[in-house]
């Protein structure tokens, strides 16, 4: 049986990339996590995260540095040292409204829903790329916000969606769809997203999340671990 190098480094550095995240720790449980990775395995892992451009040094080091051989601290570290690390808790944030709205499209607004999904996986991933940049850019200028906070423009997507703005929603897919290996990419990532078997949970809760649920958490992970609220909603002018 093949040994799963990348989804062991994974599941073992998780607890660290959350803490360095700012993420609390029942926000996107570890069981839930592990569970995805194990579906998924190397190389759709691999597959999955080719936008990140990790692939080919990632393997070579995994292959020479077990992930039981590297300390918790060390984990650590590199998670605080990572450079994009503090856009991940907005990130998430954000996503957690796009689920809330994700589950109000209605059954023959399956087609409307698939072209928002493709379209937040780009919104939600580009900001991590080095490859980015330039679709960021074109999407901030879409979406009339700044593409320093991508948590403003999923947002501000988000608010194109509810408003039901055509046009704006038209900009945006098209964009994309401009960037031949995102479009690819954001294509591969949904259809892998609707197969997975599991269904891990989103918070360390129960009953299951509901709408209403999602909402107040939403609203607890922006308070911050010190109670100040970090309420900070984006100015759109989409057009």
Request: hydrophobic share 40%; charged share 30%.
């Amino acid at each position: 049986m093949k040994t799963e190098t990348v989804t062991e480094w994974l599941k073992r550095s998780y607890s660290s990339f959350k803490q360095g995240s700012g993420l609390p720790e029942w926000v996107l449980p570890a069981q839930g996590f592990s569970e995805v990775v194990d579906e998924v395995g190397d190389d759709g892992i691999l597959e999955m995260s080719r936008p990140l451009k990790p692939a080919p040094v990632l393997k070579k080091q995994i292959e020479k540095l077990p992930p039981d051989m590297v300390s918790p601290e060390n984990f650590q570290n590199a998670a605080k040292s990572w450079a994009l690390i503090s856009r991940v808790k907005p990130v998430i944030e954000a996503c957690f409204d796009a689920r809330v709205i994700l589950t109000s499209f209605k059954e023959d607004d399956l087609k409307a829903k698939a072209d928002v999904l493709r379209s937040l996986c780009v919104l939600a991933v580009a900001p991590f790329s080095p490859e980015g940049e330039t679709t960021l850019s074109e999407l901030a200028s879409i979406l009339g916000t700044d593409r320093e906070r991508p948590s403003d423009l999923i947002r501000c997507y988000l608010d194109a969606v509810l408003q039901n703005d055509l046009a704006t929603l038209k900009l945006v897919n098209d964009c994309i769809a401009s960037h031949a290996e995102w479009w690819r990419w954001s294509v591969l990532f949904a259809k892998r997203a609707k197969s997975l078997v599991c269904e891990p949970k989103l918070v360390a809760v129960t009953p299951a999340l509901s709408d209403d649920i999602a909402r107040v958490l939403v609203e607890m992970i922006k308070e911050g671990r010190n109670g100040e609220s970090e309420r900070d909603y984006p100015k759109c002018s989409a057009g």
